[in-house]
């Protein structure tokens, strides 16, 4: 089957999602972001992997810290950027999408960074530009709905790898809100991707999808059984604005039995390493002597992600 990220050639044309992408991209793209490390640190200013293309940020959801590193990991590349605050502009005025899409085309837009509500959106302007013949124009998902958030999922594989350094020998739990997390799918799709044998999911009934088995995870509602002998944490945050109706009994209840504490940490392993994807809830999801702590990395991730968005910007102008 053909994979609409990916060219005849195998080179990544478009970031959707990280289900059905290919180990060895998924790696280059690790690879790729290693030297940029230096350049998100500011070591060094700028590169001119993108002089003279225009990258359009479509923020449909409201996300401070996503988009800055975007616009960071553009600028860094010498790339024009352009954000555009979608909530007060052309869309609420009744302009559909894909209307939106072909007017910034007619912009020269090189790059589109696309962050909307619904499932799917990315993709559907990914296959409106191929059936247009727009080739040359690359789409990156910064999130869409429930569904993915792939430049996150590959900032966590770099971070990973980085304190890791691979992935065959690991045992990652991912704790807390799975169900409204697109950061936890494209997180245990990389990994389940890269060969890691035990990805654990963590959480309580209310709040794991249905099925998430199939994912090839295995589920733990006991927090102290799912983190035992773990070398990674990833703690997700809890997303009350995505809830409908009563999934938990209180934030105080959450954090007393799924909130990560020095003692809960204690059952993993001792170099163990705990992640955020942001931001987060203090004293609900994670405790600030943790997340503050020895262990936690919380802070390198952000510092990654801008290399990790800047590998796949470069990646995709190549192609």
Not at 165 to 175: K, N, P, W
Not at 224 to 235: E, H, K, N, T
Not at 286 to 303: E, F, M
């Amino acid at each position: 089957m053909n994979n609409p990220q990916l060219n005849d050639k195998g080179e990544l044309i478009h970031l959707l999602t990280l289900e059905g992408l290919p180990a060895e991209v998924i790696g280059r793209i690790l690879d790729t972001a290693v030297p940029f490390v230096s350049v998100a640190e500011r070591d060094v200013k700028k590169v001119p992997l993108l002089r003279g293309k225009t990258v359009f940020n479509l923020f449909f959801e409201n996300s401070t810290r996503t988009r800055t590193t975007f616009e960071i990991a553009a600028k860094r590349l010498s790339a024009d950027v352009i954000n555009l605050n979608i909530g007060v502009s052309s869309t609420s005025k009744g302009e559909t999408l894909l209307d939106t899409i072909d007017n910034l085309v007619a912009m020269n837009a090189d790059m589109f960074v696309v962050r909307h509500g619904q499932s799917g959106a990315p993709h559907l302007i990914a296959r409106h530009l191929s059936a247009a013949g727009q080739t040359g124009i690359h789409v990156i998902n910064a999130g869409d709905g429930r569904h993915a958030h792939p430049t996150q999922g590959l900032l966590d594989l770099f971070t990973i790898r980085h304190y890791k350094h691979e992935f065959s020998r690991l045992t990652v739990a991912i704790v807390g809100d799975l169900l409204h997390s697109r950061v936890a799918r494209s997180l245990i799709h990389g990994l389940t991707t890269l060969g890691t044998p035990e990805v654990r999911a963590i959480g309580p009934q209310t709040l794991l999808p249905a099925a998430i088995e199939s994912l090839g995870v295995h589920v733990f509602h006991d927090m102290a059984d799912g983190l035992r002998g773990a070398d990674v944490i990833v703690m997700l945050r809890l997303q009350s604005e995505r809830m409908k109706g009563a999934l938990l009994p209180s934030a105080g209840e959450f954090f007393k039995h799924y909130g990560l504490t020095q003692d809960k940490l204690a059952l993993a392993k001792p170099d163990a390493i705990v992640m955020h994807p942001g931001p987060m809830n203090r004293g609900v999801e994670i405790d600030s002597a943790v997340a503050d702590g020895k262990h936690s990395v919380i802070l390198p991730q952000v510092t990654f992600g801008i290399a990790v968005r800047m590998a796949v910007m470069s990646m995709l102008a190549s192609s």
